[in-house]
């Protein structure tokens, strides 16, 4: 198989988040069924967490081990420990002040004694902070996502450039399946919030999510390098984690709490089911 055919393969891989983002568009759900998609997302995003955390700790462990048993340099160690703490602290916090950042400009403020309150215009802050709040989120759902496809672009792009066809075929079909539950993740909040968005804005949304596996996948079969997968994997995290604990601010707001449960407990099986095709591959 050449080059090409699996950067191809990479790209379908990638393009599968595009089957769960339609979800986005249900007119008026329920209460109940907004609050059980928002639930599912976050079952499918804690996944997610675990996934990228599981693996970006793996070459801390490898260069401990390493400097233990076989006295190799601790510079390595503590090299992989810092960069993967800065790069889960950069995706968390990042964002953390962005969001604040942008609610202030944004917020609304009283234009002089017992006047109406108006609201602060957004033009000149950027295309993010026109986006309505569950848009925003969404977006911030997508760029983690899209870290964390971008280091399984690399793991794909990397087992092709080591001759193991097989092992990366079978890569792109487990992380095919990972991305259809993921695109359902990233919509799942403007469906809770009941906010309908375009066509135009879920291709985005897709391309944003999705693309960094074909990305990643050419990137990888040129380039085989452990410290920026380690470092993708980490951006990942902290922005995941993020947009996790602001689905479960949501998730109080709507209430539901049993079908909520129910709804995370099935998003978490759905992120674990989807990776049992990557065990069955010995990866």
Known sequence: MSGWEIVGLGAIAGFTIY???PIGRVRNPMPAFRAFLNAAAIGILLFLLWDVLSAGIDPVEASLLASVNHHASWWRFAGYSVLLTACVCIGMVTLVHYDQWLRKRTAPHPDGPGAATLTRPTVGLGPVARLSEPKRLAFFIALGIGFHNFSEGLAIGQSAAAGEISLAVLLIVGFGLHNATEG??????LAAEGDRPSWAFLGLMGLIGGGPTFLGTIIGQAWVNEWLFTASLGLAAGSILYVVIELLAVSRKLGFKELATWGI???????FATDMVLVAAGV
Do not use: D, R, S, T
């Open 19 to 21: 089957l769960g983002l």
């Open 184 to 189: 359902f993740g990233i919509v799942a909040p």
């Open 265 to 271: 407990l099935l998003g978490l099986f759905l992120g």
